[in-house]
């Protein structure tokens, strides 16, 4: 399908992007347009219908997004809200709350604005729609309204039209206009502006932007995306060909150095941050984004896996991210053990404490902190039991890639929990692990630890760490060598 672009396109470049399925009866579409003028580019002028009609049981709602990851106020950001009817006239609507409109009777059509300035919160950046300066990022799921239920795929047709220099980095698409596809509106993300320097990654079907100055090169930041990829990539044993994007951009002015929030939609990883205080800090902390949020292109988006099991991509992704920096030799096993010391901490120290499956049901409660932190714990106990069960030759690698295989998409949708669970219970000492600390409430026992791997818990309450023990068994030796403590010596000697 194809649209005449508008006459005055001098004044404008123009995007066409179409995103098919429109006669999926489960799912609800949209066609729009969406324009950012140039006197104003922070604004953008949205007009559109709902299609097909036929899949609409509700003719009179009309909703956007309201919050997403803890980012709260989206759908203050729209206004100007106008409804007709089927033929051209005015429907008038009552607001119920925010976000949320009824109309007064069926409507067709619709307009509105959206101020695109970034909002306030420090870690919006990252979740929502902004633009600043000749850079921006537009996220469908937070611009285009939705009648039904949000569980209901959402896809679109839509015009977007930007102010003459600025370009559209979309999936598939050079910066050119061209017809696109994007299996799901939840997950189109588009980075906008003249702003941005797009690089190609060598060796991968990816592209990084970045936009302002770094302590690091470009090149450098590069390098990272594909020794990183070419990591997983071997983890997940797929050679996919499907291209991402990782989007790296600065939160503003007068933000602390270290400060940084993150998020992989669908193909396209957003990273929000300011530098470290020092160039080596700055490499570490990037190495370390790109680490954990480049395996989220595989679990959860590359997989089939529906429901709240944030404590598994989250927790597992933190886990193995620790476990890839060793292998890369860019952190050391004293930084792996420090960073489980800090998470043992935590997870330690709640109060009332529910299984690790039910807190993920309530993440942005105030529960982010405690998934990651008892998540992290419960992959590398469930690492160590596999390793222990299976004398060294299973490791929770083995495990996330045997998960990632049975249910990658295009799999039938399946619970997540129900998923991992009957993973596990073939496994009897991965099974006890999941029972107590995941379905369970408990915490793991340091006594276990030393006994299988040989790292002892040191201090008390938050100034709990790890340590290796000084006095080790053959059986013990061997569990810490899979779990990466003599990667550096192995390293070295294949460098000379």
Do not use: C
């Amino acid at each position: 399908m194809s649209k005449n672009l508008p006459s005055n396109s001098s004044l404008f470049a123009s995007l066409l992007l179409i995103l098919q399925f429109f006669t999926n009866s489960n799912g609800q579409g949209v066609e729009a347009t969406l324009e950012m003028g140039k006197a104003a580019p922070q604004i953008l002028k949205v007009s559109g219908r709902f299609v097909p009609e036929a899949v609409l049981d509700n003719k009179l709602n009309f909703s956007f997004q309201t919050s997403i990851a803890g980012v709260d106020g989206i759908a203050d950001r729209i206004t100007s809200i106008e409804l007709y009817g089927p033929r051209g006239e005015p429907v008038s609507y009552r607001k119920l709350g925010p976000g949320e409109y009824l109309a007064s009777g069926e409507y067709e059509r619709w307009t509105y604005s959206v101020d695109l300035k970034p909002l306030r919160q420090a870690n919006a950046g990252a979740h929502i729609t902004w633009a600043r300066g000749e850079t921006g990022v537009l996220m469908m799921a937070d611009l285009l309204p939705f009648k039904q239920q949000r569980s209901s795929p959402r896809i679109a047709n839509i015009d977007l039209i930007l102010p003459a220099g600025w370009r559209a980095f979309a999936e598939n698409s050079p910066d050119r206009v061209r017809e696109l596809v994007f299996e799901d509106l939840e997950s189109a993300v588009i980075p906008i502006g003249p702003g941005w320097r797009s690089i190609a990654v060598s060796g991968t079907p990816g592209k990084l932007l970045l936009s302002g100055d770094w302590l690091f090169t470009d090149v450098e930041a590069s390098r990272f995306v594909n020794e990183i990829y070419g990591e997983y990539r071997h983890l997940f044993r797929t050679e996919s060909t499907r291209p991402f994007t990782v989007v790296l951009s600065r939160p503003g002015d007068n933000v602390p150095f270290g400060t940084w929030y993150a998020e992989t939609r669908g193909r396209t990883v957003s990273i929000v941050s300011s530098d470290m205080a020092f160039r080596t800090q700055s490499l570490q902390r990037l190495h370390e984004q790109l680490r954990h949020e480049l395996f989220h292109l595989w679990i959860p988006n590359g997989i089939s896996l529906t429901g709240p099991y944030d404590w598994f991509y989250e927790g597992f992704a933190l886990y193995q991210s620790l476990k890839t920096g060793l292998a890369l030799n860019r952190i050391g096993f004293g930084d792996f053990l420090a960073t489980l010391g800090r998470a043992h901490a935590i997870d330690t120290g709640q109060g009332t404490r529910a299984p690790l499956i039910e807190v993920s049901s309530n993440r942005w409660s105030g529960r982010n902190t405690e998934i990651y932190a008892r998540g992290l714990i419960a992959a590398f106990r469930a690492d160590i039991a596999l390793l222990s069960e299976s004398n060294g030759r299973v490791s929770i690698g083995d495990f996330l890639g045997e998960i990632y295989s049975e249910h990658q998409h295009p799999a039938p949708s399946t619970d997540a929990n129900a998923a991992i669970f009957a993973a596990v219970d073939s496994r009897p000492g991965l099974r006890k692990v999941f029972d107590r600390f995941v379905r369970g409430k408990e915490s793991i026992d340091l006594g276990e630890i030393n006994k299988l791997a040989g790292i002892e818990g040191t201090g008390r309450g938050s100034q709990t760490g790890f340590k290796v023990a000084a006095k080790l068994t053959a059986r013990q030796k061997a569990i810490l060598d899979r779990l990466g403590y003599n990667n550096w010596r192995k390293l070295s000697r294949e460098q000379k």
